[in-house]
Structure formats: structure tokens, C-alpha cells
């Protein structure tokens, strides 16, 4: 009922940059908050980023003044701009939704994309 499509990720060496973009759509009357969590290899997911609809954000404290989040509310679309990336952002990033159903009766739930890749080291 829910899609979430992620791109944007890659290679890069220490020290670069990349961007996420994530699109939601299918069966979304609203949506709450969108934002970024991430799983590395051996290791829990975690939180990265979240946006909700005031724009409020909230950020892991490993990213804090190197990652922004943001949204388009027209397309549905949330990025994340990450710079100065180390190889510890190394993971898999999977998109986050949490939305109100369109369907009658509604309700809040949580979605995740099939993630991407990000790598980083030289």
C-alpha cells in the first residue's frame, strides 16, 4: 500500500558528500514525519535523522553539523544531505515513514524503503 523509492547512494572517500532523496506514495492520507535510519554491518539499526510536518528536525548526535535533513511536501520527498562523511556512516540507509492511513478508519503507522547503500572509504 505504501511505497518508499531511496536513491542516492554510493561510493565516496572520507571527507565527501552525498544525497539522499527518498519519494513516498501509494495509500497516504497525511503524512507525519518522514527521515533516515541506517544499519551497518554487525550492528543495530539506528536512528539518523527525522523531519516532521512543522519541520522540526531531529538528528543522531554522530551526525549532528555534517547530515540535513529536509523536505519537499508536495512530492512527498525527504533528503538528507551528508557531509563529511567518515567511514563510519558506512551502511545501509533505509528511508522512514510515518504516515495516516487513507483508508477509513485511519491510523499512524510506520514504513521503511528497501534501503541503499552507503560507503564510504578511500
Known amino acids: 500500500q505504501v511505497q518508499l523509492v531511496e536513491s542516492g547512494g554510493g561510493l565516496v572517500q572520507p571527507g565527501g558528500s552525498l544525497r539522499l532523496s527518498c519519494a513516498a506514495s501509494g495509500s497516504i492520507f497525511s503524512i507525519n514525519a518522514m527521515g533516515w535510519y541506517r544499519q551497518a554491518p554487525g550492528k543495530e539499526r539506528e536512528l539518523v535523522a527525522t523531519i516532521r510536518t512543522d519541520d522540526s528536525t531531529n538528528y543522531a548526535d554522530s551526525v549532528k553539523g555534517r547530515f540535513t535533513i529536509s523536505r519537499d511536501n508536495a512530492n512527498n520527498t525527504v533528503y538528507l544531505q551528508m557531509n563529511s562523511l567518515k567511514p563510519e556512516d558506512t551502511a545501509v540507509y533505509y528511508c522512514?515513514?510515518?504516515?495516516?492511513?487513507?483508508?477509513?478508519?485511519?491510523?499512524?503507522?510506520?514504513?521503511w524503503g528497501r534501503g541503499t547503500q552507503v560507503t564510504v572509504s578511500s
Open positions: 522512514y515513514l510515518n504516515s495516516l492511513t487513507y483508508r477509513i478508519p485511519r491510523y499512524n503507522r510506520n514504513d
